[in-house]
């Protein structure tokens, strides 16, 4: 199975209203990276990790790639209620779990602490806590496909010292491969076509390789 063939499988888990998670995460795992997959879609900056919109099943999720360069992690972050599942497909990513702030202005709880290599699989959600993604290579960057089931567009970043939460939006650095401009648009301008049927022609052959990106908004994983 390729990357197209792991979308048109979700597509269809999701084409139903009755949508079985053990199923999204044995698909993630059946897929085995390959880099002529979705080479496409990776596009790094090298001030921060970048998040390329690749499907929306129609509304009902949001699959991407995360490209991180070395050394780069996300804030500390909760999940809007939605499912989270992340995919390794190049490098290896840590993830630290925590628990929910019980007290404002106390440090927070590290649950545990995994690490993922290329092809591994994890899962998060609100009721397993907060976590927060690194690439511990100083050296090397990384790539991760992630499914957020349902979307969201906002969610709430915390200080690992005190606890306390900021609402934070979410934005997306490319989308179908083309990068998105959030000049004058809170929304962002993009020319990106979502994929009607699964092929491997995507809408822009060579992807814009400028840092002029005005991105602001803060991003989690
Ligand atoms: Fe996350």
């Given at each position: 199975m390729d990357l197209a063939g792991l979308i048109a499988r979700v597509r269809q888990i999701f084409?139903?209203?009755?949508?079985d998670v053990d199923e999204v995460r044995r698909a993630m795992g059946e897929y085995k990276s390959n880099p002529d997959d979705w080479r496409h879609f990776a596009q790094f900056d090298p001030n921060k990790y970048t998040r390329n919109l690749v499907d929306t099943g129609n509304g009902k999720y949001n699959l991407m790639l995360l490209c991180w360069g070395p050394s780069m992690a996300s804030a500390i972050h909760d999940h809007t209620d939605a499912h989270c599942f992340v995919k390794i497909l190049d490098g290896a990513l840590v993830e630290t779990k925590y628990d929910w702030?019980?007290?404002?202005?106390e440090a927070l709880h590290v649950k545990e602490r995994t690490v993922y290599d290329t092809n591994g699989v994890s899962y998060m959600s609100d009721t397993l806590g907060l976590h927060r993604m690194e690439?511990?290579?100083?050296f090397n960057g990384a790539v991760s496909l992630h499914l957020y089931?349902?979307?969201?567009?906002t969610c709430n970043a915390f200080d690992e010292r005190t606890g306390h939460k900021t609402k934070c939006t979410v934005t997306f650095y490319t989308k179908y491969g083309c990068k998105v401009d959030y000049t004058g648009s809170k929304e962002g301008k993009c020319d990106g076509q979502e994929l009607k049927?699964?092929?491997?022609?995507?809408?822009?052959t060579t992807p814009e390789q400028s840092n002029s990106h005005s991105e602001t908004a803060v991003i989690t994983a």
């Open positions: 084409s139903t209203d009755k949508v702030p019980k007290v404002e202005g690439n511990p290579s100083h089931i349902p979307p969201y567009t049927e699964i092929t491997t022609t995507f809408c822009c």
